[in-house]
């Protein structure tokens, strides 16, 4: 439901020009707005992740200089996460002509429609207010739009109510004058029919519309962004050169340049149903741009953000049916913790998600699997490298070994190890500076023997019902040799 505008606010054209309204363009709102965010020092665009020294400068510029534009870059880059933000820029209520079609300003009529009520009702114009939400409209472009869907058409039911066909009144407004005096994305530009394409050119440079030959000037404000995906991948289409000409700017994003912030976009947006831990977003976030840098790997395509998301997704989930399995508790503080075993199952499902080169086609899991296991080890070493782990060297040694995995509880895995050294030391680095739960320590403690495994340390063997036993000293074979 729209939101309800406050209370007090004029209500007619009278009293909106008698509080000292000021009409602006939107692309001057946007300006003005922006300068005040920046001179304030917030958050210009809530929840964007990784683009703050790069991509948000360009837009910044283009915003202020008042172009239109094109966000050029990978899926799963967060472009359309972007042009919604713009949204917060604008003023939160603008004034609009009471009834009005397109969204005109009382002071600024533009249809024959709402001249003519302007003309008639003069101060006692009635005046609505609309939100900052209902100033933006998305089209994903797809083969079969067209250009009435965009610009418009004639309205069939007002003629047969009686209009000539030469009246403005029978034409049927489309999606970007319906947006006047808001912001319009197309998403996936190149995808729009060339032909289609050609009917934004006016909307970009002289800013009116032209339906089915009528005479009719709409002088449309609004700010018109467009994403893609970089042409030489797509192959679906192409931006014609004289619209590419009449975009301001043009701006690539990219993936998260750093670990962190990989991290901190996976733990910002993926739906968790379990605890994942933070060495283990880490594991995700290094195996996301691990597979992104594989040889193995179609690097045109890109590997998207929502890989690393749909991973920490399954990772918890894994967690909460292996809780349900074992009788463990499913929710509340006790509730289940992912473990390392848990990645396991990401390589299976998300393998649809990345386009591999000739030579990977075949093994996919093969590869994914030993990209799985690097970023793994890594993590581990960063982690906890440098540590006296021979404790839990010693403790695997013992025995039938240490057995964990999908099938063995957290307070049984925590049974076989003990108050073995340096848990303390292990629970501090992987961040549980306060007492962890069972959960919690068994998810440390599994970490720590995988990693052992992983710089062969440590033997690992799968059992058919599920159990991976850690025991004894690795025998030199290559890690990715190994079973998981």
Same mark, same amino acid.
């Given at each position: 439901?729209?939101?309800?505008?406050?209370?007090?606010?004029?209500?007619?054209?009278?009293?909106?020009?008698?509080?000292?309204?000021?009409?602006?363009?939107?692309?001057?709102?946007l300006?003005?707005?922006?300068?005040a965010?920046?001179?304030?020092?917030?958050?210009?665009f809530?929840?964007?992740?990784?683009?703050?020294?790069?991509?948000?400068?360009?837009?910044?510029?283009?915003?202020?200089?008042?172009?239109?534009?094109?966000?050029?870059g990978?899926?799963?880059?967060?472009?359309?996460?972007?042009?919604?933000?713009?949204?917060?820029?604008?003023?939160?209520?603008?004034?609009?002509?009471?009834?009005?079609?397109l969204?005109?300003?009382?002071?600024?009529?533009?249809?024959?429609?709402?001249?003519?009520?302007?003309?008639e009702?003069?101060?006692?114009?009635?005046?609505?207010?609309?939100?900052?939400?209902?100033?933006?409209?998305?089209k994903?472009?797809?083969?079969?739009t067209?250009?009435g869907d965009l610009?418009?058409d004639?309205?069939?039911?007002?003629?047969?109510?009686?209009?000539?066909?030469?009246?403005p009144e029978?034409?049927?407004?489309?999606?970007?004058p319906?947006?006047h005096?808001?912001?319009?994305?197309?998403n996936?530009?190149?995808?729009?029919?060339?032909?289609?394409?050609?009917?934004?050119?006016?909307?970009?440079?002289?800013?009116d519309?032209?339906?089915?030959?009528?005479v009719?000037?709409?002088?449309?404000d609004?700010?018109?962004?467009?994403?893609?995906?970089?042409?030489?991948?797509?192959?679906?289409?192409?931006?014609?050169?004289?619209?590419?000409?009449?975009?301001?700017?043009?701006?690539?994003?990219?993936?998260?340049?750093?670990?962190?912030?990989?991290?901190?976009?996976?733990?910002?947006?993926?739906?968790?149903?379990?605890t994942?831990?933070?060495?283990?977003?880490?594991?995700?976030?290094?195996?996301?741009?691990?597979?992104?840098?594989?040889?193995?790997v179609?690097?045109?395509?890109?590997i998207?953000?929502?890989?690393?998301?749909?991973?920490?997704e399954?990772?918890?989930?894994?967690a909460l049916?292996?809780?349900?399995?074992?009788?463990?508790?499913?929710?509340?503080?006790?509730?289940?913790?992912?473990?390392?075993g848990?990645?396991?199952?990401?390589?299976?499902?998300?393998?649809?998600?990345?386009?591999? !080169? =000739?030579?990977?086609?075949g093994?996919? /899991?093969?590869?994914?699997? %030993? &990209?799985? @296991? $690097?970023?793994?080890? *890594?993590?581990?070493?960063?982690?906890?490298?440098?540590?006296?782990l021979?404790?839990?060297v010693?403790?695997?040694?013992?025995?039938a070994?240490?057995?964990?995995g999908?099938?063995?509880?957290?307070?049984?895995?925590?049974?076989?190890?003990?108050t073995?050294?340096?848990?303390?030391?292990?629970?501090?680095?992987?961040?549980?500076?306060?007492?962890?739960?069972?959960? !919690? =320590?068994?998810?440390?403690?599994?970490? /720590?023997?995988?990693?052992? %495994? &992983?710089? @062969? $340390?440590?033997?690992? *063997?799968?059992d058919?019902d599920?159990?991976?036993?850690?025991g004894?000293?690795?025998?030199?074979?290559p890690?990715?040799?190994?079973?998981?």
């Amino acid at each position: 439901m729209a939101p309800v505008p406050p209370a007090g606010l004029p209500a007619t054209a009278g009293e909106l020009r008698a509080s000292g309204h000021v009409l602006r363009t939107v692309k001057a709102e946007l300006r003005e707005n922006l300068l005040a965010r920046i001179a304030a020092g917030g958050d210009r665009f809530p929840g964007v992740v990784g683009f703050d020294e790069t991509v948000l400068p360009d837009l910044e510029r283009a915003l202020l200089a008042g172009h239109d534009l094109v966000l050029l870059g990978e899926r799963g880059q967060g472009k359309t996460r972007l042009i919604r933000s713009l949204v917060g820029l604008l003023d939160e209520w603008t004034p609009v002509i009471s009834g009005a079609e397109l969204h005109e300003h009382p002071f600024d009529p533009i249809t024959p429609a709402s001249r003519a009520r302007v003309a008639e009702l003069g101060d006692d114009l009635p005046v609505a207010w609309l939100h900052r939400s209902e100033r933006y409209a998305e089209k994903l472009a797809t083969p079969d739009t067209s250009v009435g869907d965009l610009i418009g058409d004639v309205d069939p039911i007002k003629v047969a109510e009686g209009r000539t066909l030469g009246d403005p009144e029978t034409i049927h407004f489309g999606l970007v004058p319906r947006t006047h005096r808001g912001i319009f994305a197309v998403n996936e530009l190149p995808d729009l029919a060339e032909r289609i394409q050609v009917s934004l050119l006016n909307v970009l440079e002289e800013r009116d519309v032209q339906v089915r030959g009528y005479v009719l000037r709409l002088p449309l404000d609004l700010l018109l962004v467009a994403s893609a995906n970089p042409e030489d991948y797509t192959n679906r289409g192409r931006i014609i050169t004289p619209l590419k000409d009449r975009f301001g700017a043009e701006i690539r994003t990219h993936y998260p340049l750093d670990l962190d912030l990989e991290v901190e976009l996976v733990r910002q947006e993926a739906a968790l149903a379990a605890t994942l831990p933070d060495h283990l977003l880490e594991v995700l976030a290094r195996f996301t741009r691990a597979v992104r840098e594989s040889p193995a790997v179609d690097q045109r395509s890109g590997i998207s953000a929502r890989f690393s998301i749909a991973a920490a997704e399954t990772v918890a989930a894994a967690a909460l049916r292996r809780a349900a399995l074992l009788g463990e508790p499913t929710s509340g503080p006790d509730g289940p913790v992912a473990r390392i075993g848990d990645t396991e199952f990401v390589t299976g499902t998300l393998r649809g998600k990345v386009e591999f !080169e =000739a030579d990977g086609e075949g093994r996919e /899991v093969e590869v994914l699997d %030993h &990209l799985l @296991r $690097r970023a793994t080890a *890594e993590t581990w070493r960063a982690r906890l490298g440098g540590l006296d782990l021979t404790g839990f060297v010693a403790v695997a040694a013992e025995g039938a070994g240490v057995a964990a995995g999908e099938a063995v509880s957290s307070k049984d895995l925590l049974a076989q190890v003990g108050t073995v050294p340096g848990l303390a030391t292990v629970l501090a680095r992987l961040g549980h500076d306060e007492v962890p739960t069972a959960a !919690e =320590a068994a998810s440390a403690v599994e970490f /720590v023997l995988e990693g052992l %495994h &992983l710089t @062969r $340390r440590v033997a690992k *063997e799968v059992d058919d019902d599920g159990r991976v036993v850690y025991g004894g000293r690795d025998d030199g074979e290559p890690t990715e040799g190994r079973r998981r």
